[in-house]
């Protein structure tokens, strides 16, 4: 078997699944979780019909390219939502089944193994998915911290150059998980020209770009900062974005990397021998759903309603601040985070995640030490309840410290 298989770490969730093991949960009180960013709003019922009125095309092979119209539908939501002059949709678009595997494989086509030392580039909390597609791409991660003091966004003037001369990825997660902080254009206009100094890709991880606080802005995109600066062929730079999140579809498995033709054909050819083709009816309702904002729009305000309920009744005591996207809170904790969800699932009932769990320990520091990733994936009012179990618990630890 191939030895890189030895360098993947557990999931975050086994790891979770572990620390909860060891204590028995309040049976008086119904579960709530607050740990996996698997929505919980219903599915677009326009979106199930689609798949149902389709399930006939079941009897079809679909191409790896996938239909014309699924490319135009990502192609035009593309340049509505990031006010980009163009995007072809024969070469700058190709449909994935969800950002996971596609990030996944872009990175297998993307790395050069016979370079010396390849590295791929990752922030620090960050989707392990990112680690492991780099070591088994024959590539070693290189882990930048998020920490408070820069906005939960990696210092990349700090970064040495000999980092970047042997970068040949450099993942960006903007609205970032777990931290939910967005990168601004200052920030993408320097990466991109160091992009072009160094010779490497940009690949940004966006499938949190519709969950955002009503009446604020829309998060920036990798692309539009191509489009500011006069990249219309988004050199070495693509995105990935999703309708698991947008449009509470998870299950669908439907998304789409878009950018750098000269990179997107090859990826093709990989993607081909890789036989990751969408089926078709996911393709029509992909394509439905990409044509609606109105269920987006409802989707952003639960989320607005929850992130207002939530904070009021968690701010008076925890430091806890709202992000500037995603449907995650990143609450620093006044213990530490494993003690704080271990003890908290036994006393409340309620699942968090340990940010621990969504980084590695670099120079001794890890960002994710004393703080746990909150979900606010459930309803309104379990989110509610969670959030008043959870001021219960931490104004129980004050008095015990007291």
Known sequence: MNPDLNKLQPYPFEKLTRLKAAVTANPDLPHIALSIGEPKHPAPAFVQQTLIDNIHRLENYPTTKGLPE????????LQQRFKLNSVDPQTQVIPVNGTREAIFAFTQAAVDRTASQPLVVSPNPFYQIYEGAAYLAGAEPHFLPCLEDNHFIPDFDAVDASVWDHC??????????????????STLEKLIALADKHDFIIASDECYSEIYVEGNDAPLGLLEACQRLGRDDYKRCVVFHS???RSNLPGLRSGFIAGDATLLKPFLLYRTYHGCAM???????????????IHVEENRRQYTQKFAAVLDILQP????????????LWLKTPIDEETFAQQLFAQQ??????????????????????????????????????????????????????
Request: glycine content about 6%; aromatic content about 8%.
């Open 243 to 245: 309708l698991s999140k």
């Open 317 to 328: 005591v925890a430091d806890v601040r709202q992000t500037d996207a995603s449907f995650y």
């Open 349 to 402: 009932n309620v699942t968090v995640l340990p940010g621990s769990y969504l980084s590695r320990t670099v120079d001794g520091i890890n960002p994710g030490a004393g703080r746990v990733r909150m979900a606010l994936v459930a309803s309104v009012e379990e989110c509610i309840e969670a959030a008043q179990r959870i001021r219960q618990f931490i104004e129980s630890l004050s008095t015990e410290q007291a």
């Open 70 to 77: 699924l490319s135009d539908s990502i192609a035009q939501w």
């Open 168 to 185: 040949q990825l450099l993942f960006l997660c903007s609205p970032g998980n777990p931290t939910g902080s967005v990168i601004p254009f």
């Open 279 to 293: 089926p078709v009816q996911t393709q029509l309702a992909s394509i439905a759903a990409w044509n609606d904002e």
